[in-house]
């Protein structure tokens, strides 16, 4: 399929995308490659992207296919919290001229987030933020990134300062210039956790020595996606400590 898809591409004319479960971009990895070396903007759509694809079981739950594929040269992987940065992830793919693009979706329903907008066209920014400079930084993709919402929340209540930054796509971020990602990332909070419902690698970058990740360190189970996400620490009572615990 994405070795037809490339052709197609390449080929001229139309502007196909592929499509899967995202535990099988496994199987599309060496295509996808291709895409990279050739510089084809061929779309990649993955769905059913964390643990919670839940009674499929762990055969079907992605856990280390994420940074494989954020750790390609040209590719951008897009992993969007709500509808207005899954516009901003196709407004990407589709504009794009010589990077293929996944867009890494979830199979559960999500909320969409207030403070959501196309500033997900520069792969990571402020979602919610607080008066003056945070006393911690929670980044999160995805499914995550309502959690990190309710977990700012609730530190706030014991007068906590804390901002949440929407990482949609590393790829881009990286692609900006160095006084906005330190606009959004300062490095003079040290106090940083990432949370997202896959394997961890890859976050130290943004977390450093000082900082945590809240992320999968095993295979997933079998069982309903609320449950699982309970079981695994994907619960605003785990983030809040894992904020304190810094």
């Not at 792969?123 to 995805?142: F, K």
């Not at 330190?182 to 970058?205: D, I, M, N, T």
């Not at 999968?216 to 304190?244: D, I």
Request: glycine share 10%; proline share 5%.
């Amino acid at each position: 399929m994405a070795a037809i898809g490339n052709g197609i591409a390449l080929h001229g004319g139309l502007r196909p995308f592929v499509a899967t479960f995202f535990v099988f971009s496994d199987y599309v990895k060496p295509m996808a490659r291709l895409s990279s070396l050739m510089g084809v903007p061929l779309t990649y759509v993955f769905t059913h992207d964390s643990i919670g694809v839940g009674e499929d079981g762990p055969t079907h739950e992605p856990i280390e296919q994420l940074a494989a594929l954020r750790a390609m040269p040209n590719f951008h992987v897009f992993r969007p919290c709500d509808a207005m940065e899954t516009q901003a992830a196709w407004y990407s793919a589709v504009t794009s001229k010589h990077t293929p693009t996944a867009l890494v979706l979830s199979r559960q329903n999500l909320e969409p987030m207030k403070g959501s907008s196309k500033e997900a066209l520069k792969g990571g920014y402020i979602l919610e933020d607080c008066q003056g400079t945070p006393d911690a930084i929670l980044i999160a993709t995805g499914s995550e990134v309502g959690l990190a919402v309710k977990a700012k929340a609730e530190l706030e209540k014991e007068g906590m300062k804390i901002r949440v930054v929407s990482m949609p796509c590393m790829d881009l971020f990286e692609e900006q210039t160095a006084e906005y990602r330190e606009s959004v990332l300062p490095k003079a909070v040290r106090k940083r956790v990432a949370v997202e419902a896959l394997g961890g690698f890859g976050w130290e970058r943004y977390t450093g020595l000082d900082g945590a990740v809240v992320s999968m360190k095993g295979f997933g189970a079998s069982g309903p996606a609320a449950e699982l996400f309970e079981k695994f620490g994907f619960t605003v009572e785990n983030v809040v400590n894992a904020v304190k615990s810094l």
